[in-house]
T-cell receptor, first 109, second 114 residues
Framework: GQNIDQPTEMTATEGAIVQINCTYQ??????LFWYQQHAGEAPTFLSY??LDGLEEKGRFSSFLSRSKGYSYLLLKELQMKDSASYLC??????????WGAGTKLIIKP | IAGITQAPTSQILAAGRRMTLRCTQD?????MYWYRQDLGLGLRLIHY???????GKGEVPDGYSVSRANTDDFPLTLASAVPSQTSVYFC?????????????FGEGSRLTVL
């Protein structure tokens, strides 16, 4: 079966750096997405990786290793507004998205 | 403001009742999707439509139906609601067939079936 694993919850301090990991086992691979979802709101797109390596976008970076079935989202200079759930999703060989359950990130002052 | 509009935002209904969740987008996206989100689970695809006039079944289609009469609208119908359909429902759209396939989500419809 297809599976996306990510930690259920993480806690970090304002101003610090946090890394949220995602491992996947899917039928084929056509890209990996990270979305941010604040409580009670809709998910919003953060990043997309299809080739190995690091994609940087401001305070957020996303890394992919296809051979290891592994990605991480790196958040720098954490702000209180970064408190949210972070969803990892993989597009499989049928171009359907398989979603992880999300990682709830709690930022403490 | 361009985007996706869902209605209603929240609804409580009795088991056995029929319910239609509405979804409209003004981005002229070809593909549209309905997901449900339950605590501790990832988003699960109910039905999708790659273009107007076509629909397909997702991971959890039982008890739900959709139609795609035009590009903008993609309603989701529960013919006879059951308590297990209590969930938050998200409609989403994307440009099919290219690009990053980024999904744009509506604000969600919280449905409680008693």
């Amino acid at each position: 079966g297809q599976n996306i694993d990510q930690p259920t919850e993480m806690t970090a301090t304002e101003g610090a750096i946090v890394q949220i990991n995602c491992t996947y086992q899917t039928s084929g691979f056509n890209g990996l997405f990270w979305y941010q979802q604040h409580a009670g709101e809709a998910p919003t797109f953060l990043s997309y990786n299809v080739l190995d390596g690091l994609e940087e976008k401001g305070r957020f970076s996303s890394f992919l290793s296809r051979s290891k079935g592994y990605s991480y989202l790196l958040l720098k200079e954490l702000q209180m507004k970064d408190s949210a759930s972070y969803l990892c999703a993989v597009r499989d060989s049928n171009y359907q998205l398989i979603w992880g359950a999300g990682t709830k990130l709690i930022i403490k002052p | 403001i361009a985007g996706i509009t869902q209605a209603p935002t929240s609804q409580i209904l009795a088991a056995g009742r029929r319910m239609t969740l509405r979804c409209t987008q003004d981005m002229r996206h070809n593909a549209m999707y309905w997901y449900r989100q339950d605590l501790g689970l990832g988003l699960r695809l109910i039905h999708y439509s790659n273009t107007a006039g076509t629909t397909g079944k997702g991971e959890v289609p039982d008890g739900y139906s959709v139609s795609r009469a035009n590009t903008d609208d993609f309603p989701l119908t529960l013919a006879s609601a059951v308590p297990s359909q209590t969930s938050v429902y998200f409609c989403a759209s994307s440009e099919a067939g290219g690009g990053t396939g980024e999904l744009f989500f509506g604000e969600g419809s919280r449905l409680t079936v008693l």
